[in-house]
């Protein structure tokens, strides 16, 4: 495709991770044409990124996309790599064809439709669906004096291993399983302390993520499923024992304390009024939804989400979204859960497109 050129399909895809995926093969059961736009150059979408050492915390078939189980792997719990292999395969198996690398610049809408302006063209569609997901989105707190910290800051999003860190402080901010993992591998090479908002909730070493999807959603449907409040709190976000985490707990190490009051230049404060000098400081502290490229459409709204009904953006009906948490359908970031929200809304495009076509 030519950076001048104009395509056009039923439905565009921006994103080509696990929720792209998951979409597209339920449009495939319909007639309606659609590109899937992919911004990385290979497969495996945020989990290129992810740090070497990831593992999930559930068995490979509680971490499948529809239609095709995640084949079980050598260890319990598959890894990064199995993950990238998994969502190769998934494409070939399903014959998605994906335009990569292709950046989504801006979409805008129209009385004929919606644009998708990339870096190699411009594709138009009868409707968008956004599955973009939060990794281009890191989150890190705004603590008083991080800017005049003179030691290394680094996401998680861009952590791949704790080489970099032998020898020193190191601080590990935030209390989910990837400052729990994270921790547990920097541990071993650097002086760690790991900081959370709240006392850590560590689950029964035999409990895993598959148990924990089942006890959540058991909740979520007690409480009656998808209302504005979403699920019910806890569970999900409960830290598995991983084997590495096990072997942390074993080292003395998977301790947690409350946070800092601010940075100074060499360290931080800490609430009784004793500083500590660090060196490096590890954000495990989340992400948010990755929606930039449709600022241009107006609807993002102050929380830097998306009014949806559903899956279905409330301004701007022609514009769907998959797989940025818990807004956009129970569980929906997770291999597994993002199930529910792909069906629907590939349901929900077919009926609005079909439906306009007919009349």
Same mark, same amino acid.
């Given at each position: 495709?030519?950076? /001048?050129?104009?395509?056009?399909?039923?439905?565009?895809?921006?994103?080509?991770?696990?929720?792209?995926?998951?979409?597209?093969?339920?449009?495939?059961?319909?007639?309606?044409?659609?590109?899937?736009?992919?911004?990385?150059?290979?497969?495996?979408?945020?989990?290129?990124?992810?740090?070497?050492?990831?593992?999930?915390?559930?068995?490979?078939?509680?971490?499948?996309?529809?239609?095709?189980?995640?084949?079980?792997?050598?260890?319990?719990?598959?890894?990064?790599?199995?993950?990238?292999?998994?969502?190769?395969?998934?494409?070939?198996?399903?014959?998605?064809?994906?335009?990569?690398?292709?950046?989504?610049?801006?979409?805008?809408? /129209?009385?004929?439709?919606?644009?998708?302006?990339?870096?190699?063209?411009?594709?138009? =569609?009868?409707?968008?669906?956004?599955?973009?997901?939060?990794?281009?989105?890191?989150?890190?707190?705004?603590?008083?004096?991080?800017?005049?910290?003179?030691?290394?800051?680094?996401?998680?999003?861009?952590?791949?291993?704790?080489?970099?860190?032998?020898?020193? =402080?190191?601080?590990?901010?935030?209390?989910?399983?990837?400052? =729990?993992?994270?921790?547990?591998?920097?541990?071993?090479?650097?002086?760690?302390?790991?900081?959370?908002?709240?006392?850590?909730?560590?689950?029964?070493?035999?409990?895993?993520?598959?148990?924990?999807?089942?006890?959540?959603?058991?909740?979520?449907?007690?409480?009656?499923?998808?209302?504005?409040?979403?699920?019910?709190?806890?569970?999900?976000?409960?830290?598995?024992?991983?084997?590495?985490?096990?072997?942390?707990?074993?080292?003395?190490?998977?301790?947690?304390?409350?946070?800092?009051?601010?940075?100074?230049?060499?360290?931080?404060?800490?609430?009784?009024?004793?500083?500590?000098?660090?060196?490096?400081?590890?954000?495990?502290?989340?992400?948010?939804?990755?929606?930039?490229?449709?600022?241009?459409?107006?609807?993002?709204?102050?929380?830097?989400?998306?009014?949806?009904?559903?899956?279905?953006?409330?301004?701007?009906?022609?514009?769907?979204?998959?797989?940025?948490?818990?807004?956009?359908?129970?569980?929906?970031?997770?291999?597994?859960?993002?199930?529910?929200?792909?069906?629907?809304?590939?349901?929900?495009?077919?009926?609005?497109?079909?439906?306009?076509?007919?009349?």
């Amino acid at each position: 495709m030519v950076a /001048n050129e104009t395509r056009t399909r039923d439905v565009a895809i921006i994103g080509g991770g696990q929720s792209a995926l998951a979409t597209a093969y339920f449009l495939r059961r319909t007639n309606l044409s659609f590109v899937i736009l992919d911004g990385e150059p290979a497969a495996g979408g945020a989990w290129r990124h992810a740090w070497p050492s990831l593992r999930l915390f559930s068995p490979g078939q509680w971490s499948s996309l529809p239609g095709w189980p995640m084949a079980p792997t050598g260890d319990a719990y598959p890894s990064r790599e199995e993950v990238i292999d998994y969502l190769s395969r998934y494409e070939a198996r399903y014959g998605l064809r994906i335009e990569r690398p292709v950046e989504v610049l801006n979409v805008t809408a /129209n009385s004929d439709g919606m644009e998708v302006a990339t870096d190699k063209g411009t594709w138009r =569609a009868g409707a968008v669906i956004s599955t973009t997901g939060t990794w281009r989105a890191p989150h890190i707190p705004d603590y008083q004096g991080r800017d005049q910290f003179r030691g290394r800051q680094v996401h998680s999003a861009h952590y791949q291993g704790p080489e970099p860190f032998a020898g020193q =402080a190191v601080l590990v901010v935030g209390g989910g399983n990837s400052g =729990a993992q994270i921790l547990a591998e920097a541990s071993q090479v650097a002086g760690t302390a790991w900081v959370t908002q709240q006392p850590p909730s560590f689950l029964p070493d035999d409990v895993d993520g598959r148990v924990l999807f089942e006890r959540a959603t058991q909740r979520w449907k007690a409480q009656g499923g998808t209302g504005p409040e979403g699920p019910p709190p806890g569970g999900l976000g409960d830290i598995v024992m991983v084997p590495a985490v096990q072997a942390a707990r074993g080292r003395g190490v998977l301790h947690a304390v409350r946070p800092f009051t601010r940075f100074v230049a060499t360290g931080v404060l800490w609430e009784d009024g004793s500083e500590s000098t660090v060196d490096a400081v590890i954000w495990c502290t989340g992400f948010r939804p990755a929606l930039k490229h449709l600022n241009s459409l107006g609807v993002v709204n102050t929380e830097g989400k998306i009014d949806v009904q559903g899956t279905r953006s409330v301004l701007e009906p022609r514009l769907w979204l998959v797989g940025y948490g818990e807004w956009t359908g129970f569980a929906s970031a997770t291999l597994v859960g993002v199930m529910r929200g792909a069906r629907q809304t590939a349901q929900e495009v077919f009926g609005v497109l079909k439906g306009e076509s007919a009349r």
